[in-house]
């Protein structure tokens, strides 16, 4: 395999991020390209169910690879010359259960041909309804991907569900995510300590970081997508684990509360593509206490 462009200086990694694709819209795949190409990431983008807008809107028409379209597609990638110039691969919101098989089959592949390259699972199962997507997705996501994650970046419900706990304020919140297994676990829309706000949460290496910004009324769909790809790119870039959670959050933020202030029912990326480059938006950062680090002296 070529050994590609991973290892010269100032050339970004190369990103596989697979997701969902919406023809008008910035959520899954549109989200994660976007941002990951603004910050210079080239991306290798794969589909798993073509949709019109996201469905929150209104009615819209799936149209979800056949089982064996999908898996003789991620056998092309398999194979192809260029894995080797792959840094990370970022899964998002699967079309249905088989594909959870596949794309851990590819990041296995990956890895073959790069053994440093990272892999990013962000569960798109459900939310404060509960999962809104089949239960054999949800399983197969948990079974097959988690456990192979170097990041899983689940929301707070989608940590309750994945980890079988309750999960209600910040203790039982990092006691879940230190259970889920993947080395490092951020949790977005976490429960915020300060009121009025929201928070992402990342657990990694025995610590805990929070990142709090005040909550925005009617926010629109794809947030937890821009979220996963732009921690990913910082920390592609080899910025600090807490850096990267400051820079990504306030970044998020900074294009919710502009695309808020519009009036818009989708992230306005392309207006606010400065956003993710250089964030101004100021958020909270805290260390948050683990139940070690409680029980020390």
């Not at 259960?97 to 790069?114: F, K, T």
Request: glycine share 10%.
């Amino acid at each position: 395999m070529t050994q590609g462009n991973q290892n010269k200086p100032g050339i970004h990694p190369a990103v596989i991020v697979i997701s969902s694709h919406v023809v008008r819209g910035s959520v899954g795949n549109r989200a994660a390209v976007f941002a990951l190409e603004t910050l210079g990431f080239p991306v290798w983008a794969v589909p798993t169910v073509i949709l019109p807008w996201h469905p929150g809107h209104s009615r819209a028409t799936r149209i979800v690879p056949s089982r064996e379209d999908f898996s003789a597609l991620i056998d092309d990638l398999c194979r192809a010359p260029w894995l080797g110039e792959v840094g990370a691969v970022l899964s998002g919101y699967l079309g249905e259960a088989g594909q959870a098989e596949d794309i851990a089959r590819l990041v296995g592949a990956v890895r073959e041909a790069n053994p440093g390259a990272l892999y990013m699972c962000d569960p798109v199962i459900g939310d404060t309804g509960g999962l809104y997507v089949p239960e054999a997705t949800a399983t197969a996501i948990a079974d097959k991907l988690i456990p192979v994650a170097s990041i899983a970046t689940p929301n707070v419900h989608e940590l309750g569900w994945l980890s079988g706990a309750e999960v209600k304020d910040t203790a039982s919140t990092l006691a879940a995510a230190e259970t889920l297994g993947p080395a490092r676990v951020l949790v977005t829309s976490a429960i915020a300590m300060m009121a009025g706000s929201t928070g992402n949460l990342l657990v990694s290496g025995g610590e805990a970081h929070m990142a709090e910004h005040r909550s925005i009324a009617n926010a629109p769909n794809g947030l937890g997508d821009l979220m996963s790809a732009t921690f990913l790119a910082r920390l592609l870039e080899g910025v600090a684990e807490e850096k990267a959670l400051q820079m990504a959050t306030g970044a998020v933020f900074e294009i919710l509360a502009r695309t808020a202030r519009r009036g818009a029912d989708e992230l306005t990326l392309e207006t606010d593509a400065q956003s993710l480059r250089t964030p101004m938006a100021m958020v909270n950062m805290r260390r948050v206490l683990s139940r070690t680090d409680r029980k020390k002296p």
